[in-house]
Antibody, heavy 119, light 110 residues
Framework: EVQLVESGGVVVQPGGSLRLSCAAS????????MHWVRQVPGKGPEWVSLINWDGGVTYYTDSVKGRFIISRDNSKNSLYLQMNSLRTEDTAFYYC????????????WGQGTLVTVSS | QSVLTQPPSASGTPGQRVTISCSGS????????VNWYQHLPGAAPKLLSYSNNERPSGVPDRFSGSKSGTSASLAISGLQSEDEADYYC???????????FGGGTKLTVL
């Protein structure tokens, strides 16, 4: 069974930094692209970033470009999101998600971790 | 403001068939396949349909996705109380080079 467990969500001040982690199990992690998706309660999800199987290709939504960095460690079956220069509008639940491969896109999601940016 | 447009709410009685729409543009739904997700309170979002109309294993055939032009829809037949949840559509957007989502439709089973 695919399991994705996020951690690292806390309350942080505007301008601060934070690193989220996602521990993956139940599948061959190194074979799949991975995503970060965030959601403010009551609103639709917002895709944040994508990293391919070996970390050589990454994509970001415009609002986080230059501030967030997605990375992975296949030896540890782990996905990361380094978040810098945080803004109040970055407050959301952050979900780690596995790509289904091919045209399947974003498939399995974790339970999410809450990031609150507030002074 | 979400890139894909969904009605904020939908409702039906047990056993009924309901349809949720998702409207996009030529850069997303018009060129790429559509996924649908179900989000129950306190749970992780769950993939219901991918590649427009494919169902992952374990998803009942009561759920069916479809696409036409720049719009897509999710049909739920034989509505059950446990189907009460938020539903989201998503697609890759070639212009944005990223995934885009709908704002979500809250389904109420009356």
């Amino acid at each position: 069974e695919v399991q994705l467990v996020e951690s690292g969500g806390v309350v942080v001040q505007p301008g601060g930094s934070l690193r989220l982690s996602c521990a993956a199990s139940g599948f061959s992690f190194e074979d799949y692209s991975m995503h970060w998706v965030r959601q403010v309660p009551g609103k639709g999800p917002e895709w944040v970033s994508l990293i391919n199987w070996d970390g050589g290709v990454t994509y970001y939504t415009d609002s986080v470009k230059g501030r967030f960095i997605i990375s992975r460690d296949n030896s540890k079956n782990s996905l990361y999101l380094q978040m810098n220069s945080l803004r109040t509008e970055d407050t959301a639940f952050y979900y780690c998600a596995k790509d289904g491969g091919g045209a399947a896109g974003i498939s399995t999601w974790g339970q999410g971790t809450l990031v609150t940016v507030s002074s | 403001q979400s890139v894909l447009t969904q009605p904020p709410s939908a409702s039906g009685t047990p056993g009924q068939r309901v349809t949720i729409s998702c409207s996009g543009s030529s850069s997303n739904i018009g060129r790429n396949t559509v996924n649908w997700y179900q989000h129950l309170p306190g749970a992780a979002p769950k993939l219901l349909s991918y590649s427009n109309n494919e169902r992952p294993s374990g998803v009942p055939d009561r759920f069916s996705g479809s696409k036409s032009g720049t719009s897509a829809s999710l049909a739920i037949s034989g509505l059950q109380s446990e189907d009460e949840a938020d539903y989201y559509c998503a697609a890759w957007d070639d212009s944005l080079s990223g995934w885009v989502f709908g704002g979500g439709t809250k389904l109420t089973v009356l």
